[in-house]
C-alpha cells in the first residue's frame, strides 16, 4: 500500500487538473493568432515576421510566443482539437511534478498531503481557466529550472550548464525566459550572502544571456524582448495588481493561499529569532536563496495577476517543508492518505457521470456575428475590441482584416490602444479611430458607450444584434437581405477551428 500511495496521489492530481482545463467556457482569446503563426511555420515553412491580419499600420512582427503556436499547431493539425485540452492538462502535471521532485531534493520524502496541494491547484485554476495558453511553458520551464538550480546547489555544478540549451528552448517558446535568467541570478546572490562558491552561477547566467541571440529576428530580438518585459500594460487585466480595484473580489483562493502562507513563514521566521531557546545564531543556518525566491516571486504575483503562477509554484516547492513541521505533523497518517482516496473517488465520479465537449464560447466570442459575415460573403476592414481580433481573423481572414488583436506591442505601434479605448468609451477625440483608420465593419458589445453612439449615426446599418453583440456595416456593404446564422450551438463547436487561411 506504501508504493500504492504515491501512484494514487499523481493520478487524483492529474485527474483534478484534466477536470479543471476540460471544464471551460471558451479558449484562450490569444489562442488564435498563436495557430496561425505556427501553421505559418508548420504550413508555410517560415516564421512570420511581418503581419498579414490587419489593415491598420503595423512594424515589425516580433512573435515572441511563435514556438508555443508551432506546438499548438502540431497538436490540433495531427490530434485534434480535444489534444489542446490534454496538451494543458500534461504542462499542468508536470509543473506539480517537477514541484513534488524539488521537495525531495529538500529533504522531504513523501510530499503526499493533498490538503497542502488543494489550495495551489484551486488559486491556479483561475489562472489556468482557459486552454491554453503560451505562458503555460514558462511556468513549466521555470520550474525545470527551480529542480536543475537545486540540484546544483547541492553539488552538482556541471547540471547547470544544461541552462543554457534549456533557455534556447524557452527563448523560441516564450517570452517569459527572462524568469529563467531571474533565476540563476537569484541563486548566485544567495550563494554569495552563504559565501558559497558561485561563479559557475555568473558563467551560466552570461552563456544563457548570449544563447538568446538563437532566434529567428536575432539581436534585434533581444531588445524587444526586455522591452515587452517591464513595458507597463494597465489596459490589460492580467497586468493589474491582485489588490487593484478591478481585482479586489477576485482570486480569493490564491488570496486565501496568501494569507496562510504569511501565517506559516511567520512561525519560521519566529523560530529563527527565539534569542531565549539560544537559537539565535540558526539565522545562519536559515535558506537565504529560499527567502529570496519567495520575496521575488511574492512580490511579482502581488503587482501582476499573471505572475501568480510564478509564486505558487515557489511556494509550494519551498514551504511544503514548513507545513509539514507546523501542521501536518499533527495529523493521522491515515487522515492524510484518506482525503487523497475520497478525492481520486470523486474525480472518479465527476468524469464518469459528465460528458466533455469543447467550448464553443458562445457568449464571449461574437461567434454568430462572425457567422453572419461569413455565410452573406461580406469582406472588408472590421474594428472590434482587440480581444476578440486574434478569433475573427482565424475565422474570417483572408476576406476580412482586423484593427487590432492581443498580440498588443509585438505587432502594433503604441498609439493603437489608446484610439481604441477613446472610440469604446466615448472620450474626446473618441471619432478619430474612424477617420484614422476607417473600418466597413464594426463589431461592439452592447455594455460600452459607443453602442448607443452607432445606433444614432446614420451611415452605420445595425445588421445584425445577439445577447452580448452588434455588429454595425457601412452603408456601402448594406444588402437588402441576409442569410441569418444559426442558433444551433453544436455547429459552431464542430465548426470552430474552422479557417480558410492557406499558407
Known amino acids: 500500500m506504501k508504493k500504492v500511495y504515491p501512484f494514487i496521489f499523481f493520478i487524483t492530481i492529474l485527474l483534478v487538473l484534466f477536470i479543471i482545463s476540460a471544464n471551460v467556457n471558451r479558449f484562450d482569446f490569444d489562442l488564435w493568432a498563436r495557430l496561425i503563426a505556427g501553421m505559418g511555420v508548420i504550413d508555410g515553412h517560415q516564421v512570420l515576421k511581418t503581419d498579414i491580419l490587419s489593415y491598420t499600420p503595423t512594424h515589425t512582427w516580433w512573435d515572441h510566443e511563435y514556438g508555443s503556436g508551432v506546438v499548438f499547431y502540431i497538436f490540433l493539425k495531427y490530434f485534434g482539437a480535444y489534444s489542446l485540452i490534454l496538451l494543458q492538462t500534461v504542462i499542468c502535471f508536470l509543473i506539480f511534478f517537477f514541484v513534488t521532485k524539488i521537495i525531495n531534493i529538500r529533504g522531504q520524502k513523501e510530499p503526499y498531503n493533498f490538503l497542502f496541494w488543494l489550495f ?235 460528458t466533455y465537449e469543447l467550448p464553443a464560447g458562445d457568449y464571449t466570442y461574437p461567434i454568430r456575428e462572425v457567422e453572419f459575415l461569413k455565410i452573406n460573403n461580406i469582406k472588408g476592414n472590421i474594428l472590434a475590441n482587440f480581444g476578440f481580433g486574434s478569433y475573427i481573423s482565424y475565422k474570417l481572414y483572408p476576406h476580412n482584416k482586423i484593427f487590432m488583436d492581443g498580440r498588443y506591442e509585438e505587432v502594433y505601434n503604441d498609439d493603437m490602444i489608446p484610439l481604441l479605448k477613446k472610440f469604446f468609451l466615448i472620450k474626446p477625440g473618441w471619432d478619430e479611430v474612424l477617420k484614422k483608420y476607417p473600418p466597413d465593419i464594426i463589431l461592439v458589445e452592447k455594455d460600452y458607450p459607443i453602442f448607443m453612439v452607432l445606433n444614432r449615426m446614420p451611415e452605420w446599418n445595425k445588421a445584425y444584434e445577439s445577447e452580448r453583440f452588434v455588429l454595425y456595416l457601412n452603408k456601402k456593404l448594406t444588402q437588402n437581405s441576409y442569410i441569418q446564422p444559426t442558433d444551433n450551438l453544436d455547429y459552431y463547436k464542430n465548426t470552430l477551428f474552422d479557417t480558410d487561411i492557406k499558407f
Not at 149 to 176: A, C, D, S
Not at 253 to 261: A, E, N, Q, R, T
Request: glycine residues 6%.
Open 120 to 354: 495551489p491547484i484551486i488559486a491556479l485554476a483561475e489562472n489556468f481557466g482557459s486552454p491554453i495558453r503560451c505562458h503555460l511553458f514558462s511556468f513549466l520551464l521555470f520550474t525545470i529550472f527551480l529542480y536543475i538550480l537545486e540540484h546544483v546547489r547541492r553539488g552538482n555544478t556541471k547540471l547547470i550548464y544544461i541552462l543554457p540549451v534549456l533557455t534556447v528552448i524557452w527563448n523560441n517558446l516564450h517570452g517569459g525566459v527572462v524568469a529563467g535568467l531571474g533565476l540563476i541570478a537569484m541563486f548566485g546572490i544567495g550563494e554569495i550572502i552563504e559565501k558559497k562558491p558561485f561563479k559557475h552561477y555568473i558563467t551560466a547566467g552570461i552563456i544563457s544571456f548570449a544563447a538568446l541571440i538563437i532566434n529567428p529576428w536575432g539581436w534585434e530580438y533581444i531588445k524587444f524582448l526586455l522591452m515587452a518585459n517591464f513595458m507597463p500594460r494597465p489596459d490589460v487585466a492580467e497586468w493589474w495588481g491582485i489588490f487593484s480595484k478591478h481585482q479586489l473580489l477576485n482570486q480569493i483562493p490564491f488570496k486565501i493561499m496568501l494569507s496562510l502562507f504569511l501565517i506559516l513563514e511567520s512561525l519560521v521566521l519566529t523560530k529563527y529569532y527565539r534569542v531565549s531557546e539560544g537559537l539565535n545564531n540558526r539565522w545562519k543556518y536559515f535558506d537565504k536563496t529560499k527567502l529570496i525566491l519567495l520575496i521575488v516571486t511574492l512580490y511579482l504575483s502581488i503587482a501582476h495577476v499573471k505572475m501568480i503562477p510564478f509564486f505558487v509554484i515557489t511556494f509550494c516547492a519551498y514551504c511544503y517543508e514548513d507545513f509539514k513541521e507546523y501542521i501536518e505533523i499533527k495529523l493521522p497518517k491515515n487522515i492524510i492518505n484518506l482525503t487523497t482516496y475520497i478525492m481520486f473517488a470523486v474525480c472518479i465520479f465527476a468524469l464518469s457521470v459528465k
